[in-house]
């Protein structure tokens, strides 16, 4: 009972600590910035908006704390700790590379250069003594980078079940530019997560607090003297690109992926504890097996062909309007309207006339991906969407579509949010 009313305290004073946080706002507000340019690229390219400002946040924010607290249960059988000075500086040197590019927000980029800076630090002549540099120096070399890579692979654990999950939910549907000039549909999956991670800490003073009930696998002696609790945010996230995939299987391939990466690092953690030597190449693994992870995911997709392109068979799909018709009638990405009201539909001028054959209702005959024929039915009433909320892949008269380049921070604070977009018929008579 000692150790569960000590363990209640514990956590409402970790909890009043997270929210006098202000990177845990930081994080909120890059959430917010980034679904405001989402929802701003929606209405360009599709006039409408296929996602919620305030239900993605909240949405995101609470999955952000479920993640936080099953992160922090696995971080504490382990018994990898970190300091609140520790997440100072991870904060400030991920923010310091996000500058660079968004995706270097991610925790694995940090902790591999604090490991190398922290192996320069320790060969150093006077950084340990100096006066200078101790604002630095004492922070840097108490980090355990054993700890710090263990949370790595558990924050990336946490991804992958967020990707598997609600990868495909963010995904939107874009008109992008292939290497060989064709433009043709695609989906962007990024998603970011503010996590809020709560872990135990030993005290360096005995009789500091009760014991834990388990024995931590890291730490060894350093738990008899008792417990604390620190709560702090946390950033994790991912973007992908795909072309030829649909964005469940574009979202089941990544999540795969982060599950093969969070048992590499958690392995090389337990190398690092064990033989202190390792630490450095760790620490330079852990960069270097995520840049590889996307390099692969490139890679995959470069060799792959296009599925959001033009049919011969009919009007391909690439996304469908939530709250429409389509979602009502059950549409799918990928299928291909081959009739409206009996008559063949290829192109947006004869789907536009087929409706009008009969504007009170309309029947269709789609193509599931196996090339499957069923019949749907539907009336169509006043202030419907004259598309049902059909959004098809793009063709020869499309007039947006998306430069893919790497994203920096400034896209996000920009006023203009949609300046990723080209005006295609103005770069073709140029």
């Known amino acids: 009972m000692d150790w569960i009313q000590a363990f209640g305290w514990q956590w409402l004073h970790a909890l009043a600590q997270l929210f006098l946080q202000p990177f845990y706002y930081v994080g909120i507000l890059f959430i917010v910035l980034q679904y405001r340019r989402q929802v701003a690229l929606e209405r360009r390219l599709f006039s409408t908006k296929l996602h919620g400002l305030l239900s993605e946040t909240w949405r995101t924010v609470l999955w952000g704390w479920l993640g936080g607290l099953g992160a922090s249960v696995l971080m504490a059988g382990v018994g990898a700790t970190i300091s609140p000075d520790a997440v100072i500086l991870l904060w400030l040197l991920s923010l310091l590379l996000m500058l660079v590019r968004v995706r270097y927000l991610c925790w694995a980029y940090a902790v591999g250069a604090i490991g190398v800076l922290q192996a320069i630090a320790g060969i150093l002549p006077g950084f340990r003594t100096s006066e200078s540099w101790r604002w630095l120096a004492e922070p840097l070399l108490s980090l355990q980078m054993p700890a710090l890579l263990a949370l790595v692979a558990i924050l990336h654990l946490a991804e992958a079940v967020f990707v598997r999950m609600q990868g495909a939910r963010f995904g939107m549907p874009l008109f992008v530019e292939t290497k ?251």
């Open 180 to 430: 060989r000039g064709k433009i043709v549909g695609g989906y962007r999956l990024q998603g970011f997560w503010p996590m809020t991670l709560f872990l135990l800490v030993p005290l360096q003073q005995a009789g500091g607090g009760p014991a834990l009930p388990w024995t931590p696998l890291l730490g060894g002696e350093a738990w008899l003297n008792g417990w604390t609790i620190i709560g702090f945010p946390v950033m994790i996230g991912f973007s992908e690109m795909t072309i030829s995939r649909l964005p469940q299987l574009k979202a089941r391939a990544s999540s795969g992926l982060l599950f093969l990466y969070a048992a590499a690092v958690l392995g090389l953690a337990a190398l690092s504890a064990w033989l202190p030597f390792f630490t450095i190449p760790a620490c330079l693994l852990a960069i270097g097996l995520h840049e590889g992870m996307i390099w692969y995911s490139r890679w995959d997709e470069s060799r792959r062909v296009p599925i959001f392109t033009q049919d011969r068979k009919g009007l391909k799909i690439l996304a469908i309007l939530p709250g429409s018709p389509a979602e009502e009638l059950g549409l799918k990405a990928g299928e291909i309207v081959a009739k409206v009201n009996g008559a063949p539909v290829r192109n947006k001028q004869e789907l536009h006339q087929a409706f009008q054959l009969n504007p009170a209702f309309c029947r269709l005959e789609i193509l599931d991906d196996a090339g499957e024929k069923r019949l749907l039915k539907r009336g169509i009433f006043a202030g419907e969407h004259h598309q049902l909320g059909i959004v098809l892949v793009p063709d020869h008269e499309v007039m947006y579509y998306l430069e893919e380049r790497p994203d920096s921070i400034w896209a996000y604070l920009s006023r203009r949010l949609v300046g990723l977009l080209r005006n295609e018929k103005r770069s073709r008579s140029v």
